[in-house]
């Protein structure tokens, strides 16, 4: 059994000296932490600024031709005071002057952003004694600027094999034609689980500064129960609540080879954090792995008689959508009743040209649109199993007094979606936590 681990470390775990004195300890505490992922320096207030965010705003300056000095200054400060305040006999001074001169000659702003990555490393990689290696030549985008995952394991995975320790930044690569491209934002995540995969790795470790995710949102209920072991499965239908703590695109890689995810807290190493695996034989503690939930919904109404027996029905209203530029969440239907559930921001501007698309390929005898719904997604893999989970789910809500607008359970079993009114969302959630987890 390969016993590589690939650890992460997000920004907040390096924001400054003091976070990575706490990052060395875990790394050296097991010879198996061979490879490690760094972010920016992130903020160590709350008031504070993300390296990423003043690289952005300093190149922003830069490319309209203005004075950045000053900003850029603010930048190599941050990093000066960490290699001073760690005592480390490292100088970024012709680094700065590089990226400085890049600027000025416009490299482009994902170029920009990926600096933080790249000194953060630099630094890192001295302060632990480690190679350090620029993902510029290891991780690729295709023409089209989609991550490409095979020629990036062909070279990434030997470049690894003959390598014992290692540095690496997150969040970018290269294009074909050599300039640097970013992933979205807390891309970095998925550099972890792109190295995780190359090795083979026992374990992709994300250090951040939660002990894993919740139940349920803190916001909403007050210190709610960890969840020890989740599903990549169950964690997709938790998007909400992933979102945050780990990079959405981030299980891609590791799933199809089933290399589990474990989100730790640099803060508290001690804590176990959350497992996330492909599939596990233990059982849940609770019938519920999670829930979670957004406001910010629309349900797009559309009767007409006989809706079941006309063929293509479903495929016309959603191509209406498609046409607009549209996806749709959920589409739960009835016999001559059917309903979209869209995001309300995508609809935004778009409400006449969809509804009048959708008239024009189906005739409706009646569609409107309703607004201002919340959906809550109750996710477990322990529902498979539990007889009358929908009961006693639907009784919770009604001893709430909570009018459920839409149900849709998914045919895994694995979850249970409802919409409620917006005023309605946290009466809800709590309702379902109370009844399945205290
Ligand atoms: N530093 C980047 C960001 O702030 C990427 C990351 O931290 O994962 O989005």
């Known amino acids: 059994?390969?016993?590589?681990?690939?650890?992460?470390?997000?920004?907040?775990?390096?924001?400054?000296?003091?976070?990575?004195?706490?990052?060395?300890?875990?790394?050296?505490?097991?010879?198996?932490?061979?490879?490690?992922?760094?972010?920016?320096?992130?903020?160590?207030?709350?008031?504070?600024?993300?390296?990423?965010?003043?690289?952005?705003?300093?190149?922003?300056?830069?490319?309209?031709?203005?004075?950045?000095?000053?900003?850029?200054?603010?930048?190599?400060?941050?990093?000066?005071?960490?290699?001073?305040?760690?005592?480390?006999?490292?100088?970024?001074?012709?680094?700065?002057?590089?990226?400085k001169d890049a600027f000025a000659h416009r490299a482009g702003r994902d170029f920009a952003a990926s600096r933080g990555e790249y000194l953060n490393s630099m630094v890192l990689a001295n302060y632990l004694g480690y190679e350090f290696i620029d993902p510029a030549g290891y991780i690729f985008f295709d023409e089209s600027g989609v991550f490409d995952l095979e020629r990036t394991i062909s070279v990434l995975s030997p470049k690894l094999a003959e390598t014992d320790c290692a540095v690496i930044p997150g969040f970018y690569g290269a294009m074909p034609n050599d300039t640097i491209k970013t992933f979205s934002r807390g891309g970095s995540d998925v550099t972890g689980s792109i190295v995780a995969r190359a090795v083979n790795a026992s374990i992709y470790e994300n250090w951040t500064d939660v002990s894993g995710f919740l139940i349920c949102d803190p916001r909403i209920i007050?210190?709610?129960?960890?969840?020890?072991?989740?599903?990549?499965?169950?964690?997709?239908?938790?998007?909400?609540?992933?979102?945050?703590v780990l990079h959405e695109?981030?299980?891609?890689?590791?799933?199809?080879?089933g290399i589990p995810i474990n989100i730790r807290n640099t803060n508290h190493p001690e804590d176990a954090g959350t497992m996330i695996v492909s599939e596990t034989a233990e059982s849940s503690k609770y019938t519920i792995t999670g829930i979670a939930g957004k406001k910010g919904f629309s349900v797009i109404q559309i009767e007409k008689d006989m809706m079941n027996s006309e063929k293509g029905f479903g495929r016309n209203v959603l191509r209406a959508l498609e046409k607009n530029d549209v996806c749709f969440?959920?589409?739960?239907?009835?016999?001559?009743?059917?309903?979209?559930?869209?995001?309300?921001?995508?609809?935004?501007?778009?409400?006449k040209s969809v509804l009048d698309e959708i008239t024009f390929r189906v005739h409706p005898d009646k569609m409107e649109i309703e607004n201002n719904l919340a959906l809550i997604a109750v996710v477990g893999r322990g529902m498979r199993k539990a007889?009358?989970?929908?009961?006693?789910?639907?009784?919770?809500?009604a001893e709430a007094r909570v009018n459920v607008k839409m149900i849709d359970q998914g045919s895994s079993e694995l979850n249970i979606?409802?919409?409620?009114?917006?005023?309605?969302?946290?009466?809800?959630?709590?309702?379902?936590?109370?009844?399945?987890?205290?």
């Open 329 to 351: 969440e959920h589409m739960p239907s009835g016999i001559d009743t059917m309903s979209v559930i869209v995001s309300t921001d995508s609809l935004v501007g778009k409400e």
């Open 1 to 99: 059994m390969n016993q590589t681990k690939v650890v992460k470390f997000g920004g907040s775990s390096l924001a400054d000296a003091k976070q990575f004195k706490k990052v060395a300890a875990i790394v050296k505490a097991e010879a198996s932490r061979r490879f490690v992922v760094a972010s920016a320096p992130g903020k160590r207030f709350s008031e504070d600024i993300k390296i990423t965010d003043m690289l952005y705003a300093c190149y922003d300056k830069a490319a309209k031709g203005h004075n950045f000095d000053k900003e850029f200054k603010a930048i190599e400060d941050r990093f000066n005071s960490i290699i001073s305040e760690l005592g480390l006999d490292l100088s970024l001074e012709s680094e700065f002057e590089n990226i």
């Open 222 to 244: 007050d210190s709610p129960k960890p969840i020890t072991t989740i599903t990549y499965r169950e964690l997709r239908e938790l998007a909400y609540m992933g979102a945050g």
């Open 387 to 397: 007889r009358g989970t929908a009961g006693k789910l639907f009784s919770a809500l």
């Open 417 to 438: 979606i409802i919409g409620v009114e917006e005023e309605d969302f946290e009466t809800a959630t709590k309702a379902i936590y109370d009844t399945f987890v205290k």
């Open 249 to 257: 695109d981030a299980i891609f890689p590791v799933r199809t080879v």
